[in-house]
């Protein structure tokens, strides 16, 4: 079944068609217009999030990526309530997502944000686990609900042996501490195999589906 879908942002050039937020996200933020970019995500992700609330689809968590940037605004919070109180929906049908760095680099000021997520019960996820710091502390200092698998682990574990055992151990560690784990970038049966018998049940990836609007994601969803 379907549990939860992850915000994507593309900038439609009217030239070079659409760009990588790889590419116009770090301008964004040199710039400052990042916010305004966040702002608008944020609103209009909870609000396709509560069409699919109030079409009987309750079980969906909306997952959106939060930049380091917006982390260390404190305008932050005022924006996320506000997307919320606009929209109406329920914070346990929203998943932010940081990234390890994130979590170390601006140590004080997200852990104020993350006792607020908790308090009105957003869900927090590490994105892109494993390749980030080495210090898994934080896992005890903060809030954490999802563990994501990094795709680089995923894509390797079916051919190096320390990639799969860094797999293996990732859900190990995620189950120990009560954590839901999502491997991300799963794109063949044999991944998929891989990870069920790991006990692995949230997965991610091309095996399902490529990046669709929100139309073909409904279309979607009414089908399984």
């Not at 590490?126 to 502390?137: E, P, V």
């Not at 491997?183 to 669709?212: H, R, W, Y």
Request: hydrophobic share 45%.
């Amino acid at each position: 079944r379907i549990c939860g879908v992850e915000a994507l942002v593309r900038w439609m050039h009217p030239e070079r068609g659409l760009i990588s937020p790889s590419r116009f996200i770090p301008l964004a933020e040199e710039s400052g217009i990042i916010n305004a970019i966040t702002e608008w995500v944020l609103k209009t992700a909870c609000r396709q999030a509560k069409l699919w609330y109030e079409a009987g689809y309750n079980d969906i968590k909306m997952a959106i990526n939060l930049s380091t940037y917006c982390l260390k605004r404190n305008s932050f919070m005022a924006i996320l309530k506000e997307a919320l109180n606009e929209t109406g929906l329920q914070p346990s049908s929203l998943e932010l997502e940081l990234t390890e760095s994130m979590l170390i680099e601006n140590d004080q000021t997200v852990g104020e944000l993350l006792d607020f997520f908790k308090q009105i019960g957003i869900s927090v996820a590490i994105d892109d686990f494993g390749t980030g710091y080495s210090s898994l502390s934080y896992l005890h200092r903060f809030p954490i609900n999802v563990l994501k698998i990094d795709r680089s682990f995923i894509w390797n574990m079916t051919r190096s042996k320390n990639d799969l055992v860094m797999v293996s151990a990732i859900i190990a560690m995620a189950k120990s501490l009560n954590l839901e784990i999502i491997a991300e970038g799963v794109e063949t049966q044999e991944q998929m195999d891989i990870l069920k018998k790991l006990g692995c049940n949230i997965i991610q990836g091309f095996f399902f589906s490529k990046p669709i609007s929100e139309k073909e994601i409904f279309d979607l969803i009414k089908k399984v």
